[in-house]
């Protein structure tokens, strides 16, 4: 593990996150970390937007004087995108800008307008960060991408992320703009909690919720939400979280 030293404070701020549970002092980062996110997506010929939910692997991160590296791998191939970006001490977050050409949050490449994260220490508080909150935005040619993503340390004892397969989500028989979510037995850690992330194309950031889970991995929970739009869910447990399974809500 390489340990961050920033200039300041070692503070990673995400824009419209609110968590005030902020690293302080020096912290280390894991060697590797999993990712997984929504962008909003804009064609400049059209209007109105959709949502594009994306994966990467963020690595090697580093800092010394000043400047930050680290590499991010996206599951649908290229080459790695080399990062370089530096601590922002107006904007609290570090940011990766350059307008750099990638395969990041879809297919095929696109301009990686600006990526930014903040880094947090999970359970336990043992100085590692256990946890990345990011930004990103990108641009190809007729349209525009912003969004948000959700970084776990990639461990083997990391907590399983749920089972998408065994997750539901159906139209509510009783109330209009209402869905019925149900998870299966064993669709997520049991006994624990689940962390819900409604992404809808009216805006950047989600809604979140956290509901619990039954001893057999099963839960069920109503949430308003419109077809088409994209849940990530997080199992949590003892407030470490795992990796995101993506659903979609039904049209």
């Known amino acids: 593990m390489r340990r961050l030293r920033p200039p300041l404070l070692l503070v990673f701020a995400l824009l419209a996150c609110e968590d005030e549970d902020r690293p302080r002092g020096d912290i280390d980062v894991a060697p590797r970390y999993l990712a997984t996110g929504v962008v909003r997506v804009e064609n400049t010929q059209s209007v109105g937007a959709s949502l594009r939910p994306f994966r990467f692997a963020l690595a090697d991160l580093a800092l010394e004087a000043g400047e930050v590296t680290g590499r991010a791998e996206a599951p649908a191939g290229g080459p790695p995108w080399l990062l370089t970006g530096r601590y922002d001490l107006e ?146 447990v003892a407030r470490r979280n795992g990796d995101a399974a993506i659903v979609t809500v039904p049209r």
Do not use: C, H, K
């Not at 990108?138 to 399983?160: I, Y």
């Not at 809604?207 to 001893?215: G, L, M, S, Y």
């Open 91 to 236: 904007a609290d977050q570090y940011r990766f800008d350059g307008a750099t050409t990638a395969v990041l949050t879809a297919s095929t490449a696109e301009q990686v307008v600006s990526f930014a994260f903040r880094a947090e220490d999970g359970r336990p508080e043992d100085m590692v960060a256990s946890e990345l909150v990011g930004s990103v935005s990108t641009a190809t040619p007729g349209s525009t991408a912003n969004g948000r993503w959700l970084g776990v340390e990639d461990v083997p004892d990391q907590v399983p992320p749920p089972d998408p397969a065994l997750i539901s989500i159906t139209p509510s028989p009783t109330r209009v703009g209402e869905f019925v979510v149900e998870g299966a037995p064993g669709a997520s850690v049991g006994g624990a909690g689940i962390q819900v992330f409604r992404f809808t194309p009216a805006r950047e950031t989600p809604d979140v919720f956290t509901f619990p889970v039954e001893f057999s991995g099963e839960f069920a929970f109503p949430l308003v939400a419109n077809p088409g739009d994209i849940v990530l869910f997080r199992a949590q």
